[in-house]
């Protein structure tokens, strides 16, 4: 789902960036199985696995106070 409203952090996946989605944590001298950024979900913390971004967009408004 890559475009102008992708989670900049997943890239429109919605997968966790340091497991690549699979919840496992990678780090293999840890005890903790699950993930320590997604607590084993799986899901981009971001967006909260949706893939979408929340901001406000890109576009820029004129509100005219340059005209003051």
């Known amino acids: 789902m890559k475009g ?8 429109g996946d919605g997968k966790c960036t340091s497991c690549y989605g699979s919840g496992v944590n990678i780090h293999l001298n840890e005890t903790e199985p699950k993930c320590r950024s997604c607590n084993g979900t799986g899901k981009c913390q971001q967006c909260l ?3 979408k971004s929340f901001g406000l967009g890109s576009d820029i408004i004129e509100i005219g106070l340059n005209k003051l």
């Open 4 to 11: 102008e409203n992708a989670c900049s952090a997943c890239e």
């Open 49 to 51: 696995g949706s893939g």
